[in-house]
């Protein structure tokens, strides 16, 4: 059966794909007693005295809010907030799966009410996960929102950004080249380009980092460079020429990959050639990250000379696939009682995810989105951090 058919059937019979279960018993007077009144007055007693208190009496500590908008979702783009929610439906899934958090989708018609929406339902939430929300907004969006006292974080941009440098460091073992000698053109400066970059370029982060040598972020219109007039209006592109682009070259795509070790595209489909790749460096790695068509197939990038190629796609070695970092990252910040998800943590769950495959190969970078063993080992490096050493 066609994949797109299966599925609309087993949305259509399971009418979605999550639910809500009682954790409690209710056979009787007594067990209606405990979970609902008169019982229930203590509880609410408590947490009236101390607010932290919710953590051990509520779902609080072990539940996240999904939130979007619908505008820019998987590869459909701009679809609106309830043809979202078959999307966030499934986040909320795969955190349970893979993490045991219960999380719960929270799709919003209004994106310019979101960050108030966002701090009205808080109290119920141990965290955030903003998630499908178009560039430039989401960044303007998760800011406003760092003061909440619970972690939030935008998926697509630092979940995609956490699988891709555990990646590459794995990338780099393969291929015996330096991590710190890397030159990286990025296609694409959207939520998840920008967010690379930064992460690859330490950003914000402690001492403790080590940044790849130079990064040429590229959009649809070439090399972001600081003589771009068109981006004057875009203060996002105009942070990244303060840490990309050292030489404030110009030109197009092609002019960016001349001499370059690493292409990270998360852009559109078909647009890396067999030519482009062999004008970069020898035994390049190549990221082809759009979905569903990556910016080149796997068997091209090879016969051009690729040493590792991975895409967003699971029918391909390698996958980067944000399922990877974002329920271990969640679950460490709601274990440790985070306030903030910090670079710091994003750069440990990245660590702690590229060595939990021992002996990364060509074909094996990073482990299967399905090993149920990735979340604990990058909650437990997310929990460690200790932001006060910094």
């Known amino acids: 059966m066609d994949i797109y058919k299966e599925s609309l059937k087993i949305h259509e019979e399971s009418k979605g794909k999550i639910e809500v279960i009682s954790k409690l018993p209710l056979k009787n007077k007594h067990d209606l007693s405990l979970a609902y009144t008169p019982g229930v007055a203590e509880p609410c007693r408590q947490i009236a005295k101390d607010k932290d208190l919710a953590y051990k009496f509520t779902i609080k500590g072990n539940t996240v809010a999904v939130v979007t908008d619908g505008s820019a979702v998987l590869g459909l783009g701009n679809i609106g907030a309830i043809a979202a929610l078959p999307v966030m439906e499934g986040k909320a899934i795969l955190f349970k799966e893979f993490a045991g958090i219960d999380a719960f989708p929270i799709c919003l018609d ?24 178009a560039a430039p907004r989401c960044f303007d969006i998760e800011a406003q929102l760092q003061d909440l006292g619970i972690p939030v974080m935008h998926d697509d941009q630092h979940g995609t950004a956490v699988v891709l440098l555990a990646a590459l460091i794995n990338a780099c073992k393969v291929s015996k080249k330096k991590f710190e000698d890397l030159t990286i053109v990025i296609n694409g400066a959207g939520a998840a380009g920008i967010a690379i970059a930064k992460l690859l370029k330490c950003v914000d982060t402690g001492k403790e980092c080590i940044s790849v040598r130079k990064i040429i972020v590229c959009d649809t219109k070439g090399i972001i460079n600081k003589n771009r007039a068109d981006i004057h209006e875009n203060k996002y592109k105009i942070e990244l020429t303060s840490f990309t682009n050292p030489e404030n070259i110009s030109g197009s795509l092609s002019d960016a990959l001349k001499g370059a070790d690493v292409f ?40 051009a000379g690729a040493s590792v190629v991975g895409t967003g796609r699971s029918d391909f070695p390698n996958q980067i696939n944000n399922v990877l970092a974002f329920p271990g990252i969640f679950r460490g910040a709601l274990d440790a009682r985070k306030k903030k998800i910090s670079n710091t943590m994003k750069i440990a769950a990245a660590r702690a995810l590229a060595a939990y495959v021992k002996s990364p190969t060509a074909d094996a970078i990073l482990p299967s989105p399905l090993d149920k063993g990735v979340a604990p080992i990058i909650a437990k490096a997310v929990a460690g951090v200790n932001e006060s050493k910094r």
């Open 110 to 133: 209004n994106p310019d009410t979101i960050v108030e929406t966002v701090r009205s339902i808080a109290p119920v939430f141990g965290g955030i996960n903003l998630e499908d929300i």
């Open 264 to 303: 990270i595209g998360v852009s559109k489909g078909n647009i890396l050639t067999e030519s482009l790749i062999r004008s970069m460096n020898t035994a390049p790695i190549i990221f082809a990250l759009a979905n569903p068509d990556p910016e080149v197939l796997p068997d091209i990038a090879k016969k």
